[in-house]
């Protein structure tokens, strides 16, 4: 894979799309302030037709920056208004998959509804106007309920309870980690049945097995505003790795933010680069070559 330094832009000669399961050349991708269709690699570009892809969206770090806290992320304007054009663009083919319940996913991006999948998959909304599916029953009262009590109990931790699972984030003290982890596989691997622990930038969620972003966006290929669309995934985080590989076995697209995950075609630098690029997708195709 060519590296994000490659200084390919999208001044360069048009190049064919690649073919399914080769990897794209992004070229150095434009900063925040960089402006629409800055240092995008016109082959990603062109690979990522709105009028043939079905686009699917982790949040945290990968669109938005991450913040200390679940609840102080800012979520520009810009990009709400962005990710509807593309939504059109797409022909409704456009959904939000992430480790975020579905109704936090509606506060922070309100006013605007799109598809969702909330909780790692254990969540789905397969159109804004829809319904709310679980795949997993909350977690036991008491398991939550001691899950509490560790975080009070770590200087730095912070429990986030979304019912169907438990983030215990220590972005406030990251030394605090392998502690952490080994605590709460004690906990769920002595007391608590087909539970598992999920790693994650600063954070570990306790989960039900069965279900991941994967399996959501395999379901929401089955939903006739996304079906016979090549579906494109962007994640940044160890949790979005069942979501590369399922976009990867049904012939689509995988990007990573922030570093590379094997298997992935390309790569962006950081979450103002996927925001500049879904600025440049909903650009109208005339607007896209000025």
């Known amino acids: 894979m060519s590296t994000l330094e490659s200084g390919f832009s999208p001044s360069s000669p048009p190049r064919r799309p690649a073919s399914k399961g080769k990897e794209i050349e992004v070229g150095k991708v434009g900063a925040a302030n960089s402006g ?10 062109e690979r990522l037709d709105p009028l043939t892809c079905a686009f699917f969206f982790d949040v945290d770090g990968t669109l938005v920056d991450i913040a200390d806290h679940p609840d102080a992320i800012i979520v520009p304007a810009e990009l709400r208004d962005n990710l509807s054009a593309l939504q059109d663009r797409a022909a409704g083919a456009l959904a939000l998959v992430s480790g975020r319940s579905v109704e936090g996913l509606d506060r922070v991006f309100d006013p605007l509804r799109l598809p969702c999948s909330g909780i790692h998959g254990a969540q789905m909304r397969p159109a804004p106007n829809a319904g709310i599916t679980s795949a997993a029953q909350p977690l036991p009262d008491d398991l939550r309920e001691q899950l509490r009590t560790i975080a009070d109990d770590l200087d730095g931790v912070m429990a986030e309870d979304k019912g169907a699972s438990v983030a215990m984030h220590y972005r406030g003290a990251p030394s605090i980690g392998p502690v952490l982890e080994g605590m709460l596989h004690t906990l769920v691997d002595q ?9 994650g930038r600063m954070v570990f969620e306790v989960k039900q ?23 494109v995934f962007l994640g940044d985080d160890v949790t979005d790795q069942a979501g590369f590989a399922a976009v990867s076995a049904l012939g689509g697209v995988a990007v990573s933010v922030g570093r590379r995950f094997p298997g992935v075609h ?21 607007e896209r070559r000025n």
């Open 209 to 231: 097995a069965g279900h991941d972003k994967g399996l959501a966006i395999r379901a929401f290929m089955k939903v006739p505003a996304f079906a016979g669309r090549t579906p």
């Open 266 to 286: 390309a790569v962006l630098s950081e979450p103002a680069d996927v925001r500049a690029l879904i600025a440049t997708l909903a650009a109208n195709p005339i």
């Open 36 to 45: 629409v269709n800055v240092g995008l690699g016109q082959a990603l570009i």
């Open 191 to 199: 007391s608590f049945g087909r539970l598992v622990v999920l790693p």
